[in-house]
């Protein structure tokens, strides 16, 4: 899987859009990017996750650039609750089924301020 | 949602004692997995299973057995419990089988290992 690169932390406003970067230049062309969170003392949250087109759902969206070397993350209207580690991740697809495990880096530490 | 229920929650044991985590999902998901959670580790995975009775190993397999006698639960045994093994331990799930694989993980058990 391709090696990710996120700032360590970053803070927002609350009601303000949180964006978090995320390189990841050697990326290959069947690999996806999924993004994770991980709120304090739970377990890992998926969010999101697209391969070359931007993507979108209820909980955030994904810009991934023309040449897929790197992607933000965006929550819209952050709130507190949204404060957590933010995982960026790049794996490929395999097309026999999904028993491989997700290698989480150490991610970004996003902070909403009240 | 993952569905996923992990007991026990916390728990505290003796070196040496043998450890049974369980993991039980309410979906009918075919591929589990079991992860474990360091300070300067991030997750790292144990064991997997693709399915009733098989499984295999992960990066970090010593020192630990897995079974999955129904597709619900997926058990990780210790079955002589080091100090090394203090963590927290995730189950995950997977719908697998689809252009997704994105993972699901449950709420974590805390292993204290004295």
């Known amino acids: 899987d391709a090696k990710t690169t996120q700032p360590t932390s970053m803070d927002c406003a609350e009601g303000r859009a949180a964006n978090l970067p995320c390189n990841h230049s050697t990326i290959s062309g069947n690999e996806y990017v999924y993004w994770y969170r991980q709120i304090h003392s739970q377990g890992p949250q998926y969010i999101i996750h697209?391969?070359?087109n931007n993507e979108t759902n209820e909980m955030a969206s994904l810009i991934i650039t023309e040449d897929r070397k790197s992607s933000t993350l965006i929550l819209p209207h952050a709130t507190l609750r949204d404060t957590a580690v933010y995982y960026c991740?790049?794996?490929?697809?395999?097309?026999?089924?999904?028993?491989?495990?997700?290698?989480f880096g150490k991610g970004t530490h996003l902070i909403i301020q009240p | 949602d993952a569905g996923i229920t992990q007991s026990p929650r916390h728990k505290v044991t003796e070196t040496g004692t043998p450890v049974t985590l369980r993991c039980h999902q309410t979906?009918?998901?075919?591929?589990m997995y079991w992860y474990r959670q360091d300070p300067g580790h991030g997750l790292r995975l144990i064991h997997y299973s693709y399915g009733v009775k098989d499984t295999d190993k992960g990066e970090v397999s010593d020192g630990y057995s897995v079974s999955r006698s129904k597709t619900e639960d997926f058990l990780l045994t210790l079955e002589s419990a080091t100090s090394s093994q203090t963590s927290v331990y995730f189950c995950?799930?997977?719908?697998?089988?689809?252009?997704?694989?994105?993972?699901?993980f449950g709420p974590g058990t805390r292993l204290t290992v004295t």
């Open positions: 995950a799930n997977s719908p697998g089988g689809s252009p997704t694989y994105e993972q699901y």
């Open positions: 979906e009918n998901h075919r591929y």
């Open positions: 991740i790049v794996r490929a697809m395999y097309s026999g089924g999904g028993a491989d495990g997700l290698t």
């Open positions: 697209g391969l070359k």
